[in-house]
C-alpha cells in the first residue's frame, strides 16, 4: 500500500487517536515543539546474542553495539518471531505475527494489503530509505513498501563498498523531513568464510583449514559426530562477521551523527540467530530453539531515558509500534500497548510467539526445498532432533512451550539457574497446558491472512543465484514463480 501524501481528514484522524491514546494513559511520545528525531533500524543479519559482546559471551566482537549499549537500552530477552530473514522482517516491518501477514509462511510475495511501517511512516512526512544486502528484503518480494529509495546490494560488500553505496543513499536525503533508514547488511550470514585479519583466530590459521571446516559445517545436519574443533573455527569466521557487520553500524552512525541535524535514534538488533551443532542442529530456519529465537536489540538515542539492561520479555512485532511512538507518529490502541519498555517497570507483556512453516513441504509446486542441505539432512534426522514441519513457540517467561506439527510438544524453562535446553513437559504438565491454551487462544484471534492473489513475477535470475549463494535452493521452476 503506497499513498504518500496524507489527507487533511488523514491527519486530523490521527490526532484523535493521538489525543485517545493519550487519554488511555498510553501517552504519544514526542512533545510538539520538539522536531521529529531521524530513526536507524539497523539489522546484522543472523547476529545471535552471544555474537555481541554487550551481551558478554563474546570479546570485542561489536564495539560499536557494546558503545550504544553503554548508553542506551539492552534488551537481554529480545525475541525474534520467526527464525529466518523473510517471515522475521515481514513482522518487523508490519507488526503482525508470521501466521497474521503470512509472508515466509504461505508465500513469499509480500501482500500489497499490508500496511508497513515504512508507509505508516510516509504517510505521516517521514523520509524512508532503505539499504539491503539481503535479497529477499526486495522489490522481488514487495518487501520494499513505503519507502522513497531502497536499494537492494549484492551481499557481504566491504566496508569500503558499503560507505560508498549509503553515501550515495544519503545523497537523497532531504533535510527538511525527519528520515528512517532500514539497514540489513550479511556479514554474519552463511557460508562462513576466512577473511585476513581475523582476529578470532590466531594469526599464522591457514584459510584452507578454515574454508575445510566451513565445509563440514555445511554437510553436518544432525550428524553425530563430534565436531568440537569444526565448530570452534566456524564460530570464529561467525564472530568476524559479526565484527564486520558492526563496523559499517559505526560507519553509518558517525555518519549520520554528523550530517543529521536532528536527534538520531538508533535501533541495533537481528533478524534471527544461527545454530553450531546445538541438538546437531546446523543453520537457521526448520526449528524455534533459543538459538534461533533470541536476538540481540540495542536502542541508543532515546530522549529522557536512562542507560537500563531491560529484563522485560519483548519481540520484535513490538518494533514497528515503538518506532511509530518516537517518531511521533499516531497509532491506534492495540499497537501503542505493544511498544517496547523503556525501563524495568514489571507488569504484564503479551506472549512472545514464534513461527516456522515449512514452506519447502507447505508450498505448492515448491520443488527443491529451501535449503541445498536439507536433500541429506532430511533423511538423516531423527524425531528427536525435532527439526522440519510447521511448529510454534510460545513463551511466558521463564516457560516456553514448543507446539510441532510433527512430534509432541516440550516445554523448557528458561531462567538462568536452570538447564535451558532440558525438557520438563512431563514434570510440569499443568505449565505446558497453561501455555497451550494461550497458544490457542492467541492464534485463533488472528484476522486471516491477506487474501489476495499471488501472482509472482519471475524471480530474476541473478537474484536466484545470490539467493542460492546463500544456500537457500529455490528449485530450476521458481523463476516462473512456483514457490509462492
Ligand atoms: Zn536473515
Known amino acids: 500500500m503506497t499513498e504518500p501524501t496524507p489527507t487533511i481528514s488523514?491527519?486530523?484522524?490521527?490526532?484523535?487517536v493521538c489525543i485517545l491514546v493519550a487519554l488511555a494513559s498510553l501517552g504519544c511520545q514526542r512533545a510538539p515543539q520538539q522536531p521529529a528525531p531521524t530513526i536507524l533500524l539497523f539489522v546484522a543479519d543472523t547476529a545471535r546474542q552471544d555474537a555481541v559482546s554487550a551481551y558478554g559471551k563474546a570479546t570485542e566482537s561489536t564495539p560499536t553495539i557494546d558503545r550504544l549499549a553503554k548508553s542506551g537500552l539492552l534488551y537481554r530477552r529480545a525475541y525474534t518471531n520467526a527464525p529466518w530473514t523473510l517471515p522475521s522482517h515481514a513482522s518487523m516491518f508490519s507488526g503482525l505475527f508470521p501466521s497474521e501477514h503470512s509472508v515466509g509462511m504461505t508465500r513469499t510475495l509480500a501482500s500489497d494489503s499490508l500496511d508497513m511501517l515504512a508507509e505508516r511512516l510516509q504517510?505521516?512526512?517521514v523520509q524512508t530509505l532503505g539499504m539491503s544486502e539481503n535479497d529477499w528484503i526486495s522489490d522481488t518480494f514487495n518487501m520494499t513498501q513505503g519507502f522513497d529509495h531502497f536499494v537492494t546490494v549484492k551481499h557481504r560488500q566491504s566496508l569500503a563498498v558499503f560507505g560508498r553505496g549509503m553515501t550515495e543513499l544519503l545523497k537523497l536525503r532531504d533535510p527538511t523531513r525527519p528520515a528512517f533508514v532500514f539497514v540489513n547488511v550479511m556479514d554474519?550470514?552463511?557460508?562462513?568464510?576466512y577473511q585476513p585479519g581475523n582476529p578470532f583466530l590466531p594469526s599464522d590459521f591457514s584459510p584452507q583449514r578454515a574454508r575445510a571446516a566451513a565445509d563440514k559445517y555445511s554437510r553436518s545436519m544432525c550428524s553425530a559426530e563430534d565436531l568440537s574443533d569444526v565448530l570452534a573455527t566456524v564460530r570464529a569466521l561467525y564472530l568476524d562477521g559479526a565484527r564486520r557487520?558492526?563496523?559499517?553500524?559505526?560507519?553509518l552512525v558517525d555518519e549520520l551523527q554528523a550530517s543529521e541535524k536532528r536527534r538520531l535514534i538508533t535501533i541495533a538488533t537481528s533478524d534471527h540467530g544461527h545454530h553450531f551443532g546445538e541438538n546437531q542442529i546446523i543453520g537457521h530456519q526448520y526449528s524455534v530453539r533459543e538459538?534461533?529465537?533470541l536476538v540481540p536489540l540495542v536502542v541508543h538515542g532515546l530522549p529522557d531515558t536512562a542507560p537500563t539492561t531491560i529484563d522485560t520479555p519483548v519481540q520484535h512485532v513490538d518494533l514497528m509500534p515503538s518506532i511509530l511512538g518516537w517518531a511521533g507518529v499516531a497509532m491506534d490502541e492495540r499497537l501503542a500497548r505493544r511498544r517496547l519498555p523503556v525501563a524495568n517497570t514489571g507488569g504484564v507483556r503479551p506472549s512472545i510467539l514464534a513461527e516456522f512453516s515449512d514452506t519447502a513441504e507447505n508450498v505448492k509446486g515448491a520443488k527443491a526445498g529451501m535449503l541445498r542441505l536439507l536433500g541429506l539432512a532430511r533423511k538423516r534426522c531423527l524425531p528427536e532432533h525435532r527439526v522440519f514441519g510447521n511448529m510454534r513457540a510460545l513463551i511466558q517467561y521463564p516457560f516456553k512451550?514448543?507446539?510441532?506439527?510433527?512430534?509432541s510438544s516440550e516445554l523448557y524453562e528458561l531462567s538462568s539457574s536452570t538447564d535451558t535446553r532440558r525438557d520438563i513437559q512431563a514434570s510440569k504438565p499443568e505449565i505446558a497446558a497453561r501455555l497451550d491454551t494461550a497458544l490457542?487462544?492467541?492464534v485463533s484471534s488472528f484476522e486471516p491472512p491477506p487474501g489476495d492473489p499471488v501472482e509472482v513475477p519471475p524471480v530474476p535470475s541473478e537474484v536466484l543465484e545470490r539467493l542460492r549463494a546463500l544456500g537457500y535452493d529455490l528449485g530450476e521452476e521458481n523463476g516462473k514463480g512456483e514457490l509462492q
Open 245 to 251: 557487520a558492526d563496523e559499517k553500524l559505526g560507519w
Open 10 to 16: 488523514a491527519t486530523r484522524a490521527a490526532a484523535l
Open 291 to 293: 538459538e534461533l529465537l
Open 440 to 442: 490457542e487462544e492467541l
Open 188 to 193: 554474519a550470514h552463511g557460508p562462513f568464510r
Open 123 to 125: 504517510r505521516a512526512g
Open 401 to 407: 512451550l514448543i507446539d510441532y506439527e510433527r512430534y
